[in-house]
């Protein structure tokens, strides 16, 4: 089973600012297959990012993901007020599936 | 556009038995794995299980296996979540998540079900 370590556990930057959010696997995920989604409360989580950097359908170019291994980031540009929400990573292609724990992300 | 209905869930008794289901729209439904991913109460997100697009491949995380069944009806577009033995720490919002891709089965997650709350409690 692969864990994924997300770091920080908050973020707290203000609009305009850039985030920069990071997803440790404990093992190489293979083929790049992680992604990242979005939740904001009580809302369902919102791909962002598939295949460890390619943005999901209609996700705005502020978002962008890389890495490759063991070491993946999202970053977001520059932060607008909606994008205040927690952040997951997911690692695919095998089971079982794992999420990260989340990063919160929150205006300062 | 795709649409993931849930229904089921609610307050059941520790041991007992609960049935969520996901109907689906606007996709070719049995071209695409579907899943179960649940929440906590606070807590990150969760995989349940998945079940392939025939129907005949399934995958459970640990925590469920041997008390959860994940079924589909091809020919309604039903996904199903049979859930037995139910523990306090069963308790969570379960989504249904339809698989991103038409080839393969443990996918990542393009489209959600509004969630189902499962509580667990005597």
């Known amino acids: 089973e692969i864990v994924l370590t997300q770091s920080p556990g908050t973020l707290s930057l203000s609009p305009g600012e850039r985030a920069t959010l990071s997803c440790r696997a404990s093992q190489s995920v293979s083929g790049g297959y992680l992604a990242w989604y979005q939740q904001k409360p009580g809302q369902t989580p919102r791909l962002l990012v598939y295949?460890?950097?390619r943005r999901a359908a209609g996700i705005p170019d502020r978002f962008s993901g890389s890495g490759s291994g063991t070491d993946f980031t999202l970053t977001i540009s520059r932060l607008e007020p909606e994008d205040f929400a927690v952040y997951y990573c997911q690692v695919y292609g095998s089971s079982p599936l794992t999420f990260g724990g989340g990063i919160k992300v929150e205006s300062k | 556009e795709v649409h993931l209905v849930q229904s089921g869930g609610g307050l059941v008794q520790p041991g007992g038995s609960l049935r969520l289901s996901c109907a689906a729209s606007?996709?070719?439904?049995?071209?695409?794995?579907l899943n179960w991913v649940r929440q906590a109460p606070g807590e990150g997100l969760e995989w349940v299980a998945t079940i392939n697009g025939g129907g005949f491949g399934t995958y459970y995380a640990d925590s469920v296996k041997g008390r959860f069944t994940i079924s589909r009806d091809n020919s309604n577009h039903t996904l199903h979540l049979q859930m037995n033995s139910l523990r306090a720490e069963d308790t969570a919002l379960y989504y249904c998540a339809k698989a991103a891709a038409w080839f393969g089965e443990l996918l990542w997650f393009d489209s959600w079900g509004q969630g189902t709350p499962v509580t667990v409690s005597s």
């Open positions: 606007g996709f070719t439904f049995n071209n695409y794995a």
């Open positions: 295949g460890a950097s």
